[in-house]
């Protein structure tokens, strides 16, 4: 816990607003960019691929939450793909109540079932918040664990809810005019995660963030500057449970299914590891992250089969991402991000800049 903290003090965002930070305005021109370039590439990519991009913008939305509560608050978790499974079931549950008897769900029922999946997985992440305000190194890290061993377990205990390890199907109407399901489920994930991004990163840098950033690097020095510790702490909590809450009930959409072996212990290991492979503390780096989740388990699977074992096909996309973490702890310690942003202002990088806003001949 202590290394991550060391880890995330390292990252730009301190106590103090730069005066360069991007205004709102550029941050809407970044998202609409952004959202061009996904819809561009849903014309472009096969079907596979296509549901490939959007798995990787269901991932953004919880990544991009858990960034800032350990990367910007210093809180450690192991149980996001608990919240998870929390958005996805609440998501499934919602959308076939709505859906009724005649298999088809009104027009409006899907922001319906997302904002109750959201509201659900809050109200659950500011339960464990709470008790996690309280709780600091291993002791937090155990009651998150917890929490993600507790969760599945319970769509067992309540069968007939959640009918057990068969899991539910989510009723989803079909997509608008002649749009493949593939691409809309793409446009459905990045919207989400699009949104996510642009509020997570108006949140870094308010006062919030900066009360967050503070809370990180000493409570003490917090708490002397008349700033709340713990409740600053929940809030945290909550912000990223809800962003876990979201990425879930895409995944429930994009599956069209929701079952407890969806969101194993494993998922919550995948993405600690992912966002401290991405870039601890950066929104950037969390879409690193997202990336990885989906790249990573994709080429183990790939040479799961090629070695034509099952077993190995099963275990190798741990094996592979605890490699992976261990050569970028010793290659590039703030990440992939951080590894970009040394590369950005090395000599030869600063004079093709340099060339490219002064070019020979100009004034």
Known sequence: MSMLRERAAATPATTQASPG????????????????????????????????????????????????????????????????????????????????????????????????????????????????????????????????????????????????????????NPPPGTVPMERWQAWLAWAGALLTMLLLT??????????????????????????????????????????????GALFALLAQSVSPGAFPLTLSLFLLMAVVIGGLGSLAGAAWGALLLVALPALAQSAGERAGSARLEGNLALAVFGVVLIVVMLAAPGGIQGALRRLGHTRPVREVARLIRHPKGGT
Request: aromatic share 8%; hydrophobic share 55%.
């Open 21 to 172: 930070r991007p205004r709102v305005w550029f941050r809407l021109a970044v998202t609409v960019a952004a959202a061009l370039l996904i819809v561009l590439l849903t014309y472009v990519l096969p079907p596979f691929r296509t549901y490939q991009l959007a798995t990787v913008g269901a991932y953004l939305c919880v990544t991009a939450g858990l960034t800032v509560l350990i990367g910007r608050n210093g809180q450690l978790s192991l149980g996001h793909g608990a919240l998870m499974a929390t958005g996805a079931y609440t998501l499934a549950l919602t959308q076939n109540a709505l859906a009724g008897d005649d298999f088809a769900a009104p027009g409006w029922a899907l922001a319906v079932s997302v904002l109750a999946a959201v509201a659900v997985t809050t109200v659950a992440g500011a339960v464990v918040g709470l008790a996690a305000a309280r709780l600091r190194g291993p002791y937090l890290a155990g009651l998150t664990l917890a929490v993600a061993v507790v969760v599945p377990s319970v769509t067992s205990t309540f069968d007939s809810v959640f009918n057990s390890d068969q899991g539910l199907p989510v009723v989803l």
């Open 202 to 247: 108006g949140l870094t840098g308010s006062r919030f963030g900066r009360d967050m950033a503070a809370v990180r690097d000493d409570e003490t020095a917090a708490r002397l500057a008349g700033i709340d510790v713990a409740r600053t702490q929940v809030l945290a909590f909550v912000v990223s449970a809800a962003c876990a809450g979201l990425g």
